[in-house]
């Protein structure tokens, strides 16, 4: 059995992607723009390490697996090639046979020289405040300096709302957080808190456009430094923070508004109630909550993978729910819920501007995180983005209030969230 007769086995004879593998073999389809070639036996090796998705980004990490032409299009070329497919047993064992003794004969030094760290393995308990330190760290941490060049001078890690196609990568994040704001209708003087704040995106657009007293905090370091000095040369330091910690471990209450763009995704489902009646205790009577997170399209299937590409190599401890399961949660614990809204289409242009930066970078990003590094982060983005562009992914935001004892929201009857500031050029 030649290589190329198990790719066919695997995703069948008509996908729109041209395959070579190093014993010459070739399938798929030829002169595609997307080719896929296994440059070696230790190719198969890496794949028979774990069969499957981390296998397979095992063997693209080392490098062992080379891929030409776009990602994106090669996952849909994948997908649409034959729904779900299976290989029949027949094939399963002609695979097993001839493939599985290399495995077995090069089991030790496949696990001896793996990069420590990459494939994430936590310990203690999940969602603990030292393990969700340990998941950030892991993600978070990597190089300020590579983040940049990713997305770009926002620094802004999540997803863009683009008030039109044409729109800049910069001028959809400035819309984003202008949003939030519009959302939680800030006012001068207001107290806010932004949980999960990243590089402080939301910190310094609230304070410079909005006039509020507001605190940020993250539990990466990098982030904290960054934002810190960013808070610091925008002349905001009286009237902005951004703090390294966990949002657990906030003391002060009493605010007027609190933004989690982004967060919810490290939370946990059974934390839930947990997070959503802490934060409630935080803000005071007629305040408003917008969290911003992504989900899954459905309410029905399990969220946490710990064997899954994304699991393994980007978000250690990730997890994600439906849409409805955030809203039960923030009720349950006495939010009341306004406004809902999908933003899943423009996650999918946000991470096409950034799969752009990180090309426009590529030989820089290499050298700052090594070619690994980057590779993981060019097969995330790209599989990111096919995610939200097939709806198996969305972001929702939800804008919750804190209604008084007697009922009183504060809320308009019919609010308006259209942008009041003049947009970035």
Known sequence: MKIADVFTAIVG???????????????????SDVRVEFRSPRATELFMSHP?????VRAYVAGEIDISGDLVTMLRAFFDARPYPRISITNAAKIAKQFGPDF??????????????????????????DRDAEAIAHHYDVSNTFYRWVLGPSMAYTCAVFPSYDSTLEQAQDEKFDLVC?????????????VGCGWGGMVLHAAKNYGVNIIGVTLSKSQADWGAE?????????????????????RESGFDAISSIGL???????????????????????GRLLNHSITRFDDEHKVYYRDSFINRYIFPDGEMTGPARIMRNMTAQGWEVFHEENLRQHYELTLNAW???LDAHWDEAVVEVGER??????????????????????????????????????????????????PLP
């Open 373 to 422: 590094k980057a590779r993981i982060w060019r097969l995330y983005m790209a599989a990111a983005q096919f995610g939200f562009e097939r709806n198996m992914i969305q972001l929702h935001q939800f804008l919750g209030v804190n209604t008084t004892v007697k009922g009183a929201s504060g809320m308009p009857l019919r609010p308006d969230f259209s942008r009041k500031l003049p």
């Open 52 to 56: 499957g998705e981390v296998g397979l």
């Open 264 to 286: 919810t995704e490290h939370i946990g489902e059974p934390n839930y109630p947990a997070y959503f009646k802490f934060l409630r205790s935080k803000i005071r009577p007629e």
């Open 230 to 250: 960013a808070v610091k040369s925008a002349g905001l330091s009286g009237q902005a923070e951004v703090r390294f910690g966990d949002y657990r471990d906030i």
């Open 182 to 194: 519009r959302k939680l209708d800030l006012q001068p003087g207001q107290r806010v808190l932004d």
């Open 13 to 31: 004879p008509n996908v729109g992607v041209e395959f070579v593998a190093y014993d010459g073999s070739k399938a798929g389809t030829i002169g």
């Open 104 to 129: 077995f004969r090069n089991y030790d030094r496949l696990h001896s020289d793996r990069v420590p760290g990459e494939e994430r393995r936590l310990s203690g308990k999940r969602h603990s405040k």
């Open 355 to 357: 799969r752009q930066n």
